[in-house]
T-cell receptor, first 111, second 117 residues
Framework: QQQVKQSPQSLIVQKGGISIINCAYE??????FPWYQQFPGKGPALLIA?????SEKKEGRFTISFNKSAKQFSLHIMDSQPGDSATYFC??????????FGAGTTVTVRA | GAVVSQHPSWVICKSGTSVKIECRSL??????MFWYRQFPKQSLMLMAT?????????EQGVEKDKFLINHASLTLSTLTVTSAHPEDSSFYIC?????????????FGPGTRLTVL
């Protein structure tokens, strides 16, 4: 049973556009929500993470929005660039335990 | 900081042989290390959780006798795929946890591509 549901499976965005990826979870005990970026043939790299005591966190062009009551969180990639083309995974855990990953979203940024 | 390395980055072996994959935390001591496998265009599947000096905890459906994990120190964990078969071909990724309790963060290695002929 997948504990974190991620959508869409893939998306295409024009250079300069906004990429939005959504995730939903069921386990209210989760208290750590990271996003990972993975390029083909490479391991995932931590992009940005949030804890439920804040509703939004921004780091550069990447923003996480968190809705605790809806049990949803999303990643926004502003001013998308071709170099952002990758697979993005959301995840959740009850610290310090194992991460539950979403299915992944393949983002393609068209120049 | 928080760099995790894996060796080898890729390996090809014959069916029936064993392969060892090393995972090292280069600039920190890892309280916990995790091993994942990933099939093409799929998400990461957790295989086991390992803590230094204790036996690994395997996820349901993962054969502990086939995937041997040894966590010898706070900076090194190894995964040995015993009697490998073509269906074991996959991308194996380790991760290590930095911090403790609510501040822990999981960092991933670059992965090891295993191909069993």
């Amino acid at each position: 049973q997948q504990q974190v549901k991620q959508s869409p499976q893939s998306l295409i965005v024009q250079k300069g556009g906004i990429s939005i990826i959504n995730c939903a979870y069921e386990n209210t005990a989760f208290d750590y929500f990271p996003w990972y970026q993975q390029f083909p043939g490479k391991g995932p790299a931590l992009l940005i993470a949030i804890r439920p005591d804040v509703s939004e966190k921004k780091e550069g062009r990447f923003t996480i929005s968190f809705n605790k009551s809806a049990k949803q969180f999303s990643l926004h990639i502003m001013d998308s660039q071709p170099g952002d083309s990758a697979t993005y995974f959301c995840a959740a855990s009850r610290s310090p335990y194992k991460l539950s990953f979403g299915a992944g979203t393949t983002v393609t940024v068209r120049a | 900081g928080a760099v995790v390395s894996q060796h080898p980055s890729w390996v090809i072996c014959k069916s029936g042989t064993s392969v060892k994959i090393e995972c090292r935390s280069l600039d920190f001591q890892a309280t916990t290390m995790f091993w994942y496998r990933q099939f093409p265009k799929q998400s990461l599947m957790l295989m086991a959780t390992s803590n230094e000096g204790s036996k690994a905890t395997y996820e349901q459906g993962v054969e502990k006798d086939k995937f041997l994990i040894n966590h010898a120190s706070l900076t090194l964990s190894t995964l040995t795929v015993t009697s490998a078969h073509p269906e074991d071909s996959s991308f194996y990724i380790c991760s290590a946890t930095v911090g403790s309790g609510s501040t822990d963060t999981q960092y991933f290695g670059p992965g090891t591509r295993l191909t069993v002929l």
